[in-house]
DNA sequence: TCACCTTGGTGAATATACTGAACAGAGGGC
DNA sequence: GCCCTCTGTTCAGTATATTCACCAAGGTGA
């Protein structure tokens, strides 16, 4: 009954990939995508895993929906974004602060030398972020490791957590969490 | 590869219903059904669909709190992050492609000079952004602006969107989006 | 023009999801 | 003791998902 075909093919068409390539990619048959896309069988769970993961995306959020807002305006310029730490040893600027039904916690951050967040607060989250300039310590659970620029993180957020600058000039990441606990 | 069956099992023993009636229900045969909680088949999006009918629930409600939780590590670095899409035109580079139930698609996107996402499609999502090298002009609803480093976006997804690179050499955007529906 | 690549789609063969009947075990009457 | 009904599982047969080889259309270059 479900008809996942066109959403697939758009999907697939927005990476822009070819039947073929997206085939390649999951291990699944290029014929068998073709069919999937335009609704001519139903796949079982395990091929259309395969897909998705081939795309970037899983199946908690595939299937996932939300329902939506109102007007209000997409952008936000350089100076727009709104501090919400301290601006002097580490910044946290907010992307869509005020965006109705916001899911996502969006945010530039900048370390000043030296600068650590202390021991971390769990929330029960996830965050994903990327170092754009300098070079910052990441302490996830037991784990550490400097990262640099285009270095990326992703993990729960309630294992225990705190990023400190250990660069000689300012570091920046930027960073999401969802959903928006703070 | 998902291990469905348990969570199956448990839904259909919260209901205090048997495997037969649960058929009947349904109307996905009995056998099917134990084999499917016993995680011997993959079963097809239409009979699961049934099944979580006769549950009471939906796709979307079974698959969203469907967690694994596999020992992973949560640094990712620069060459780790995995292409999903044409790394020549545009590139998206996913963070933590492999983190267990993940909720958020983090992009890298690195844009060649004049690359276009095309024809913008609606998701059920939200995503937000920010330019960290070169000017890309981001086209919302009827709303477009160009957006150079520092700026950033955050709308619903359902909204027709594109982005195209409107800069003299790569553009490049670190992105969130949630779901992971992209 | 031709050769050659890509694109997505189709039909026959194969693997697998799905069915219906038959199985073994656990109670419950009586 | 026997009979009946419930539980979940197993097995052979059937429907369908999946594959592989091939097809036709569109584009590119010589």
Same mark, same amino acid.
């Given at each position: 009954?479900?008809?996942?075909?066109?959403?697939?093919?758009?999907?697939?068409?927005?990476?822009?990939?070819?039947?073929?390539?997206?085939?390649?990619?999951?291990?699944?048959?290029?014929?068998?995508? =073709?069919?999937?896309?335009?609704?001519?069988?139903?796949? =079982?769970?395990?091929?259309?895993?395969?897909?998705?993961?081939?795309?970037?995306?899983?199946?908690?959020?595939?299937?996932?929906?939300?329902?939506?807002?109102?007007?209000?305006?997409?952008?936000?310029?350089?100076?727009?974004?709104?501090?919400?730490?301290?601006?002097?040893?580490?910044?946290?600027?907010?992307?869509?602060?005020?965006?109705?039904?916001?899911?996502?916690?969006?945010?530039?951050?900048?370390?000043?030398?030296?600068?650590?967040?202390?021991?971390?607060?769990?929330?029960?989250?996830?965050?994903?972020?990327?170092?754009?300039?300098?070079?910052?310590?990441?302490?996830?659970?037991?784990?550490?490791?400097?990262?640099?620029?285009?270095?990326?993180?992703?993990?729960? =957020?309630?294992?225990?957590?705190?990023?400190?600058?250990?660069?000689?000039?300012?570091?920046?990441?930027?960073?999401?969490?969802?959903?928006?606990?703070?």
């Amino acid at each position: 009954m479900p008809k996942i075909g066109l959403k697939l093919r758009e999907m697939r068409r927005r990476r822009d990939l070819s039947v073929r390539e997206l085939a390649a990619r999951s291990g699944i048959s290029h014929s068998t995508i =073709s069919l999937i896309e335009r609704d001519k069988m139903s796949p =079982s769970i395990d091929t259309l895993s395969a897909v998705l993961d081939a795309l970037g995306t899983t199946l908690p959020g595939f299937f996932s929906d939300l329902q939506s807002s109102l007007p209000y305006t997409p952008f936000y310029g350089a100076e727009d974004l709104v501090e919400i730490g301290k601006a002097e040893t580490i910044s946290y600027r907010v992307i869509g602060l005020n965006h109705p039904n916001r899911q996502l916690l969006m945010l530039h951050e900048t370390y000043a030398v030296g600068a650590d967040t202390g021991e971390a607060f769990a929330h029960a989250a996830q965050e994903a972020g990327m170092v754009i300039s300098g070079a910052v310590e990441v302490t996830v659970g037991g784990q550490k490791k400097i990262l640099k620029k285009g270095d990326g993180y992703y993990f729960d =957020s309630r294992l225990p957590h705190c990023f400190r600058n250990v660069g000689e000039e300012r570091s920046e990441i930027l960073s999401a969490i969802t959903p928006p606990t703070y």
